[in-house]
């Protein structure tokens, strides 16, 4: 009896000893487990460096970083499937001083656009419209087919007027060019088309780039002291560094990029195109490696300013969502974001670069923003693009932003024509003169259809509106217009008299006769379209304009025969006439 109790009394000690022991090893593991998942799949046990280091981490993520996987299949779509597509580019410009009725000429213009792009058969058409207000517009035809570009309105012609796009060089050399050699025979206008994701990484490739350059940047910057913010569901860690600083991890960027065994054949294939242009213009092989090189040796030799640069990564759920780069030099601040928001399909890039000036108080805004909506479908995408100049300059207001909106609806079921017989008049059937009289005829015709519609906008000072209304020459346009304001009626700028002899002085010295009937048509269209007489360019020599310096007759010209061409200029330094002579030697 008392063996058979002590026998139940041990077993029920082991029993009792079993389950303590299983339970501490349950509670162990799962206390493991607990902070195994606090640490890895939240932000609570992690330092503010940490953090910093693990969004950045986030930016070639395409879940989580800027690179989007939803943008890149449609980007892939677009550019090798079918589709028709519509949009509208329009402008918003505000500037002190300048004359409220141009500036809402300028904001009531308009460029609307529909049609049809096949990617596949390599074909494209549009109709165009240029609209100056409500009823006043300038309809056209843009129209791909047949390796041929061709454009039409019909204030000018039912036929198209084109280019082959095939043996461009011996085009050019009716034109008198003799040296083609960075001509090409033609240009692929869908070679941008072929391989859109040249740029894309593999995830072990991504997952080796993100190791290389955070640990590059955990080197020179784990040391520092990392801060964190917070405002309105976003949060925030900075680190700050002294210009020195800088300079020091650009270097060493640099130099890893140009030994990166992944990331630059990815870019030597991503640039090909422009590096081979580059090419030829230079005469020597260049590389993405030399350009890196040359960026390394340039930030060598540059000096450093005394001051300091804030590196802020921020993050929206857990998602990387901004990167920011602030630098305060003497007197200047320049702070440069990019930004990405995702919100159920509709994805949006925002890039912003402000630059304050302390002593002058000046202020200058360039910002970009790209918006896409329809990705999660791929039926039919909205694209929204922004490109704007706000700031204050002398205590005035500029404020000039351009937008552009698209919409491409996919349709494997679409087709584009050929050009028909006697549809288009294509300038490579034709010699120099034949197409110097088309060309001439095409011009005088869009001459007088401008004249008219600027009078009926009233614009006619003013030249046009889309001298306004694009980014790359509206700024300087708007520039001179303030500066010259009193006298749009009188002298030129040094700017303007610089751009309007640039059309004319390659044509100095001595020329071929095909090349003397081109500058003859430069002249003719110039002064069809002129304001006033004062910009219009007289000719003399062996041969002289007609019908108020608007028609010219090009028989007395030898095409054989070679001339000298003389530009004679005025007090301003204008070109006003130009001297033909037949070279006699």
Known sequence: MLKEKNKRRKTNENKSSWKICN??????????????????????LKSNGQ????????????QDGFIDSQLIEYTNKKYTGKYEDSGNYSVDISMSGADSDMLQTLNDFNIEYSGKIDNTARKNEQDIS??????VSFPFKYKYANETLGLQTDYVSSQYVGIENNNLKEFVEKFGVTDTTNVPDSIDLFSKYTNPETINLTDEEREQVVNTYTSLLEEKLGVKEFS??????????????????????????????KNDQIMMPKMEEMFQEVLDNMNQISNQEVTVQDIVQQLIDDINNSETEDGTNTITVSQTDRKLSAITLTTTNTTTTTELKITKTNNQGSLTYGMELNVTD???QDEMGYLFTASYQGLQELTTVNETYQFG??????????RLVYNLNCTDTFNDSITIEDYAEDEIQVLNDYDLEQMATILMAIGERIGEVNTMQMEEIGFSEYGNPMIFAFPLISSTSMLIYNQAAEVVESDLSETEISAFNSRFIQYEGEQRGTTVKGLLQMVVTNNISAKDDNQKVEVTGVV???GDDTEVSLESINTGSTY??????????????ITITQNNE
Request: net charge negative; hydrophobic share 35%.
């Open 51 to 62: 953090l910093f280091f693990k969004y950045l981490g986030q930016i070639v993520d395409v």
């Open 544 to 546: 002289t304009l007609t």
């Open 564 to 577: 000298i061409v003389e530009m004679n200029y005025n007090d301003e330094g204008r070109i006003i006439s």
């Open 228 to 257: 964190k913010t917070e405002e309105n569901g976003v949060t925030s860690y900075s680190v700050q560094i002294t210009n020195q600083e800088m300079k020091d991890l650009m270097l060493a960027f640099l130099e890893t990029l």
């Open 389 to 398: 100049v706000i700031g204050k300059m002398d205590g005035e207001e500029q």
């Open 130 to 135: 240029i609209n100056y207000s409500s009823d």
């Open 358 to 360: 302390s002593e002058t």
């Open 23 to 44: 339970y501490n090893t349950f509670t162990n593991f799962n206390f493991r487990g607990i902070f195994a998942y606090i640490y890895f799949e939240t932000d609570l």
